[in-house]
């Protein structure tokens, strides 16, 4: 059974700082790996979609990698403001289309 | 461009009331279909996808239902409800086969009393 898991559950850093925030996944047979956005009492916004042949991908301060031999992800956020602020969620995708959510992790960037 | 629109927004219902809950996206033809449930303190959980008009696939048993009356139309049902029910139900689609990158609409936040 694939399970995700999201590291840490919270985190809270001051503007401007890099931070990464981790996934990892227990079952390496994906089709792809997709990083997700959750402002509070809000819908999802996709932010990146990793396919499986793919080592990473970019979108303005975001990038994330992916390493299926290993099972994890990491989503890069470079100099941090206080609009990132929200809950970052990972999901990896089987072959049905079904999608696995891990936990997520809330950020909170001060400023 | 594609939009997901899900009603309502909000929703007060007491235990054993019925639920009707409406997802509809614009812009695209034969999508992929998902409803999911964010409970407090819990992950989103897959309830149903459907890949056509008619085909719905649970994924947990429980006390709901889902159909799919037309093609971007996808509709939650439950006839009782439970305490347990309460959550935030997002609904999704994802163009088939492709790529399978699902998109979200805004969520109906369901309270039971």
């Given at each position: 059974k694939q399970e995700v898991t999201q590291i840490p559950a919270a985190l809270s850093?001051?503007?401007?700082?890099?931070?990464?925030?981790?996934?990892?996944?227990?079952?390496?047979?994906?089709?792809?790996?997709?990083?997700?956005?959750?402002?509070?009492?809000?819908?999802?916004?996709?932010?990146l979609l990793i396919q499986s042949s793919q080592r990473e991908q970019t979108s303005g301060r975001l990038n994330a990698s992916l390493d299926k031999s290993s099972g994890r992800s990491t989503l890069y956020i470079a100099a941090?403001?206080?609009?990132?602020?929200?809950?970052?969620?990972?999901?990896?995708?089987?072959?049905?289309?079904?999608?696995?959510?891990?936990?997520?992790t809330t950020l909170q960037v001060k400023p | 461009?594609?939009?997901?629109?899900?009603?309502?927004?909000?929703?007060?219902?007491?235990?054993?009331?019925?639920?009707?809950?409406?997802?509809?996206v614009e812009g695209t033809s034969n999508p992929n279909l998902y409803w999911y449930r964010q409970a407090a303190g819990r992950g989103l959980q897959l309830l149903f996808y459907s890949v056509g008009i008619g085909q719905i696939s649970s994924e947990v048993p429980q006390n709901l239902s889902a159909s799919r009356p037309q093609d971007r139309q996808f509709i939650l049902s439950s006839k009782k409800l439970l305490l347990s029910d309460s959550g935030f139900y997002l609904c999704a689609w994802s163009h088939q086969p492709s790529s399978y990158e699902q998109y979200f609409g805004p969520g109906t936040r369901l309270t039971v009393t």
């Open positions: 850093v001051p503007e401007g700082e890099n931070l990464v925030l981790n996934c990892s996944f227990t079952d390496s047979a994906i089709y792809n790996l997709q990083w997700f956005r959750q402002d509070p009492g809000k819908g999802l916004t996709s932010l941090s403001q206080p609009g990132d602020s929200a809950t970052y969620l990972c999901a990896v995708l089987r072959n049905t289309g079904k999608l696995i959510f891990g936990q997520g | 461009s594609q939009t997901i629109h899900q009603w309502p927004a909000t929703l007060v219902q007491p235990v054993g009331s019925p639920l009707s809950l409406e997802c509809t």
